[in-house]
């Protein structure tokens, strides 16, 4: 695995306006990731996991820059990158303490109901949003908003990720930092891809190095195509 930094230049934030002039910015930035990656099949979901090389993390936009973790090493075709890589060979063993970041798209399977028994695995649906339609009565929910419910949601949906991806976290070490609705429309597409995005921070413990190695390669969560997934970890305060 590769993790590089990447930078775009002058010509490469003028290809960018370019395409803000026409495109949603995180279907932009996220067709201008695909260019650091020439051959590569895609598939026509761009959303989900299939067939991308890579998870990235913006971490600037002015100049664009993004953090890439990638199978096979970034190439700054033409005049548009700065590409800065480093091999990703993280030696881990159980019981290691790390630091971590995460901003991920969390969702559960919301199981549909027919003739009053539950059928198998529906479709994706927000942690946090299903957690606020779960409240009753209605008058209450009212009362109640999406950041009130995101820190608790957030972390169940963390500690269940780590149960199959080989790490554990604590309530008390987690911090939801924060909840953004997100919305991409795709040119041609009739209706937009929405989504709500978390923040968060904390400690976790590698409890399986195996899977975590793996989940740090796929990273976490849905929408990994547009800029979330990537867990960063750290073993002091350079997380």
């Not at 009753?136 to 957030?154: H, K, M, N, T, V």
């Not at 899977?211 to 195509?225: D, E, M, Q, S, V």
Request: charged share 25%; hydrophobic share 40%; aromatic share 8%.
């Amino acid at each position: 695995m590769h993790q590089s930094r990447v930078t775009l230049t002058p010509a490469g934030a003028a290809a960018l306006r370019r395409r803000l002039a026409r495109e949603d910015r995180l279907y932009a930035e996220h067709q201008l990731i695909w260019t650091l990656f020439p051959g590569q099949p895609r598939n026509s979901g761009d959303d989900d996991d299939h067939a991308r090389p890579f998870l990235y993390h913006v971490v600037e936009r002015d100049p664009f820059t993004a953090i890439v973790r990638s199978a096979i090493p970034p190439e700054a075709a033409g005049d548009h990158w700065r590409v800065e890589p480093q091999p990703f060979t993280p030696v881990l063993s159980a019981g290691d303490r790390l630091l971590f970041r995460l901003r991920a798209v969390a969702t559960s399977a919301r199981r549909e109901a027919a003739g009053g028994q539950p059928r198998g695995r529906g479709k994706p649906q927000d942690v946090v949003v299903a957690a606020w339609w779960a409240i009753q009565p209605e008058e209450r929910r009212q009362r109640i908003s999406f950041a009130d419910l995101a820190p608790l949601a957030g972390y169940e949906w963390l500690a269940r990720q780590g149960e199959r991806n080989g790490f554990d976290v604590a309530e008390e070490e987690v911090i939801v930092q924060s909840y953004q609705p997100q919305s991409v429309r795709k040119p041609g597409s009739a209706r937009p891809l929405t989504f709500g995005a978390l923040a968060m921070a904390g400690w976790l413990t590698v409890t399986d190095t195996d899977a975590f190695t793996g989940c740090l390669h796929r990273g976490l969560g849905r929408a990994k195509g547009f800029g979330y997934g990537l867990l960063h970890v750290a073993r002091d305060s350079a997380a």
